[in-house]
């Protein structure tokens, strides 16, 4: 039988001939005027600037105390200790001493911080082996080539491997009001719930196992070269915080952004009476277990104690920014405007 007409034309590709695949659909395409574009850059730019006005004085609300304890005090002497490796096992505790000339109302946060640290070095944030954090056995006994050469200590895998969790930062304090000369009242701080929700519940899990404790379930590994504990001691006051869930260990691991950068230690316990309303004006001290070397990268180290708004900390680079902006936008519009104004108001364009 021939062919039908249809089955003999060779094949196209050619669209339907509709009005979306032709590209037939109706269209508006703005008309850029003076009288349209200049207003809107004049609104753009007030608006960046009151935005930018409004998180400033919120900004300017919340209250924060930097101290300087790297070789502060008695300080010094565990500074000078620690400039040496051969020492980097031997205990040094210290103590720094400040005073609030305001009270800190609400909820009073406790930060650590570090100077000239950077952890947004790309080979540094890709040593880490996230296969690990979430608990994979495998991953386990057979660490990730991106912690390379923190995968082994000789023959043992590391865990956890990496860069990141090998620098992880293990001073601890202990924060105390004076209220009177000779009275010493510890403060209260929450260690636990300082992490993100996302890596508390998802990012980070330690390895299930039945009926084997974490000490077991990490049983043919060693911890980081530079930790003085495994991962499953990191915490000795809380079995819950221990292992690839504890929560020092969670907050390091989430690089910062720039050299100096702060990271949440712990937050107010407000349920003592004497504490209920923040932390009032006085003189405080700090114990300090002093741990983390600074010399070889020339940092320093800090206490950090700040109130919060909803915008959060005491953060001036985005009001700044937003005022910059709105600033050089309005600049902008009044050239555009002049620009406007002597060139092209009176002009008339002819048709052909």
Not at 36 to 46: I, N, R
Not at 52 to 57: K, M, T, Y
Not at 146 to 154: D, E, K, L, Q, S
Not at 252 to 277: D, V
Request: aromatic share 14%; hydrophobic share 40%; proline share 7%.
């Amino acid at each position: 039988m021939a062919k039908s007409l249809d089955e003999s034309r060779p094949p196209t590709r050619r669209p339907d001939n509709s009005a979306f695949k032709q590209q037939r659909l109706p269209a508006w395409s703005p008309s850029l005027t003076a009288g349209t574009v200049l207003p809107f850059f004049f609104l753009m730019g007030v608006l960046c600037v009151l935005l930018g006005v409004g998180l400033l004085l919120t900004v300017r609300g919340t209250q924060e105390i930097k101290v300087d304890y790297t070789d502060a005090d008695t300080c010094e002497t565990c500074f000078n200790l620690r400039k040496s490796s051969a020492n980097a096992r031997e205990l040094c505790d210290c103590n720094i001493t400040f005073s609030l000339s305001q009270a800190f109302q609400g909820d009073v946060f406790f930060y650590y911080g570090l100077v000239n640290f950077h952890q947004n070095l790309r080979r540094y944030m890709d040593s880490r082996d996230d296969g690990q954090m979430v608990g994979r056995l495998k991953n386990l006994k057979k660490p990730s080539s991106y912690c390379f050469p923190f995968t082994h200590a000789g023959e043992t895998p590391v865990a956890p491997c990496g860069a990141i969790a090998n620098s992880m930062f293990n001073d601890s304090f202990f924060l105390y009001y004076h209220p009177t000369e000779g009275e010493t009242i510890p403060v209260p701080l929450f260690r636990r719930g300082i992490t993100w929700y996302t890596d508390k519940n998802v990012k980070f899990r330690n390895p299930e196992v039945a009926d084997k404790n974490l000490s077991q379930v990490f049983e043919g590994t060693a911890p980081p070269v530079y930790w003085q504990r495994p991962v499953y001691e990191l915490d000795p006051s809380d079995p819950q915080n221990n292992g690839f869930i504890n929560e020092d260990l969670i907050v390091w691991m989430r690089e910062a952004a720039f050299p100096n950068f702060k990271k949440l230690y712990g937050i107010l316990n407000r349920s003592q009476a004497r504490f209920e309303a923040g932390l009032p004006a006085g003189n405080y001290s700090v114990d300090i277990s002093y741990n983390y070397p600074v010399e070889y990268f020339q940092g320093r180290k800090l206490v950090v104690l700040s109130t919060v708004s909803w915008f959060g900390g005491q953060n001036h680079f985005l009001p700044i920014a937003y005022m910059v902006t709105g600033g050089l936008v309005l600049v902008v519009a009044m050239v555009l405007t002049g620009v406007y104004l002597k060139l092209g108001k009176g002009r008339v364009d002819l048709e052909d």
